[in-house]
């Protein structure tokens, strides 16, 4: 972990080093934490720029509620805490930014009444997700499926969810493949940390809501600004095999941002090379992001 880190711990500033917890913590044990992934982006002028800050704290509070766990803290705390954090670290480079709520108490037993709920904020320097992003990955459709709402609420972003996400990740890396994209009851949900899209000439396909797919910002980014670049755009239900026959495809979340998939199980997409179509959207990504489109600077909050 990088020297010097600082970090918001229940309230305050503190140095990472002096951040303890006990090893029989309850959400280390039943995996019971609540978290969210943001990015902050440094801009032309040099400041540092949080991406849908708000929306991050949305979804982080409604993960909690889904889950019933009581929330020590509103969003205007969270809010401020999260930019008290990246500025406490004095970005020089893009940061990733790990609100995490959990269960700070060390007794044995999956019950969860009256057990203190704690939550830190970490901001750490982050550039891309995945090795050779640039040239586009090769991913493998996983033999585990994806978690749905009749076995886990997948639209929060709790640890315990992220355990099928690992499973699915460390297949994928074990026959040399880079990521994973799951199915859900044999159609089309998401990769194990990122949401999909396919694009079909002029269209953009990302599975509908009804795919046990998490909600991810990012996509909804992708939703919102598709038609600026004259996209259309369609969220519906994906058969494995209109992976094979997509003219490109690229996942997108907060780690990932952009990511282009060159190829999935043995077949190469499109061209084999990253498309014209993936290309477009993460420049008009990486301007909204770091400030250069002027209409969506409504996303950006300073640090």
């Known amino acids: 972990m990088e020297k010097n880190l600082k970090v918001w711990l229940d309230g305050e500033i503190r140095d990472y080093e002096d951040c303890k917890v006990p090893i029989l913590t309850h959400s280390l044990q039943y995996g019971t934490g609540i978290f969210e992934g943001i990015r902050a982006y440094l801009s032309e002028d040099k400041g540092s720029y949080i991406f849908r800050l708000d929306d991050h704290v949305k979804r982080f509070l409604n993960s909690m509620m889904i889950y019933s766990i009581k929330q020590p803290y509103g969003a205007k705390e969270l809010t401020e805490a999260i930019i008290s954090t990246v500025r406490a670290n004095n970005p020089s480079t893009d940061m990733y930014v790990r609100p995490f709520a959990f269960y700070n108490d060390d007794s044995i037993g999956i019950s969860v009444k009256g057990k ?168 008009y990504y990486q301007d909204i992001t770091r400030g250069r489109n002027k209409e969506y600077l409504k996303w950006l909050t300073k640090a």
């Open 116 to 283: 203190k709920v704690s939550v830190f904020v970490a901001a750490i320097p982050f550039g891309a997700y995945f090795k050779g992003v640039s040239e586009g990955i090769r991913c493998k459709v996983s033999s585990w499926e994806r978690i749905n709402s009749s076995i886990l609420p997948v639209q929060a972003k709790a640890s315990g969810n992220y355990i099928n996400s690992t499973l699915a990740s460390t297949e994928a890396d074990s026959v040399g493949f880079d990521e994973a994209i799951m199915l859900s009851k044999g159609y089309v949900a998401e990769g194990p940390g990122e949401n999909i899209f396919l694009v079909k000439g002029n269209r953009l396909i990302t599975p509908a809501v009804s795919e046990s797919i998490l909600l991810g910002i990012t996509r909804d980014s992708i939703l919102h600004f598709a038609g600026d670049l004259g996209y259309e755009v369609e969220e519906r239900r994906i058969s494995r095999e209109e992976l094979y026959s997509a003219d490109e495809i690229f996942f997108a979340g907060t780690a990932a941002e952009i990511t282009p998939i060159i190829q999935v199980d043995s077949i190469k997409i499109g061209s084999g090379k990253v498309g014209d179509v993936t290309t477009s959207i993460s420049k």
